[in-house]
């Protein structure tokens, strides 16, 4: 029970990653908070993940808007009486392409969500941690340090790269506070969104999954992607205690694909 007792805001709880963190965080003892823009999405997870109600709360979120970040994060403090972690699992994914066919003011949107509006959640966050202390977990990608060959996401990776450059300054700057921030960076990662892609690709080329999916793990040290649920748990760990010397560090969870 890493997270007995404590109190987790997971941003960007949509069907894949987000909602597999929060029920990580129940699993492991805690309460989640969950945010994102699409309450639907929210309430299906919520009653998923914790059917009678007395270990989440959710509100709809959109990060890039201060006001709505802060009202999330005194959610968390009115039903749960603080904060222990903070979560980020929100982002802007969906835009592909390179610097040749750039619409840079969609880059700039990309980098509001994913680097702006991770800043705007954790800044909201601080006052209850500074209480008690605690943890701030970024989704990264491991896309911000070795590009994809099969896909081009120029502006996702460099808004994540971006974040995960300001998570060393954070480290430093809420230290003394006793507020540890860390980077988990997932590889492909088998979820909704690589499901779909898998499917898609196969269907594309007329070939079986079960070759598109061969073609990814190929480059694995383990003969298997990492599931969704392997990052959550790497996150809930990062989260907890058990992680309390851990500070401006990047973990990639990504099967042995790309190591430093």
């Excluded at 300001?166 to 690589?194: C, F, H, K, Q």
């Excluded at 907890?240 to 973990?251: E, F, H, N, V």
């Amino acid at each position: 029970m890493l997270l007995e007792g404590k109190t987790v805001i997971v941003s960007g709880v949509g069907p894949g990653l987000g909602h597999r963190v929060a029920s990580s965080v129940v699993r492991d003892g805690g309460h989640a908070v969950l945010g994102a823009r699409t309450a639907a999405n929210l309430a299906r997870s919520a009653a998923e993940i914790d059917p009678e109600g007395r270990h989440t709360a959710h509100l709809s979120t959109d990060i890039t808007d201060e006001a709505q970040c802060e009202a999330l994060a005194a959610l968390a403090v009115e039903r749960f009486g603080g904060i222990d972690a903070v979560v980020h699992v929100a982002a802007w994914d969906s835009y592909f392409g390179g610097l040749q066919d750039a619409d840079f003011a969609t880059w700039q949107s990309v980098i509001d969500v994913n680097l702006l509006g991770t800043l705007r959640m954790t800044r909201a966050c601080l006052p209850a941690l500074k209480e008690r202390g605690g943890s701030v977990v970024v989704i990264g990608t491991q896309s911000a340090v070795a590009a994809p060959s099969q896909v081009r996401q120029a502006a996702y990776a460099a808004s994540k790269g971006a974040l995960t450059s300001a998570m060393y300054s954070l480290a430093r700057e809420l230290g003394p506070d006793r507020i540890r921030v860390n980077t988990v960076l997932p590889g492909w990662m088998w979820g909704p969104p690589v499901q779909a892609y898998v499917r898609f690709a196969a269907d594309s080329e007329g070939v079986p999954e079960s070759e598109v999916l061969a073609r990814l793990t190929e480059r694995m040290a383990l003969p298997e992607l990492a599931t969704d649920g392997d990052v959550a748990d790497a996150v809930t760990f990062l989260a907890s205690d058990r992680a309390r010397a851990i500070t401006g560090q990047s973990l990639l969870v990504n099967a042995g694909e790309l190591m430093h």
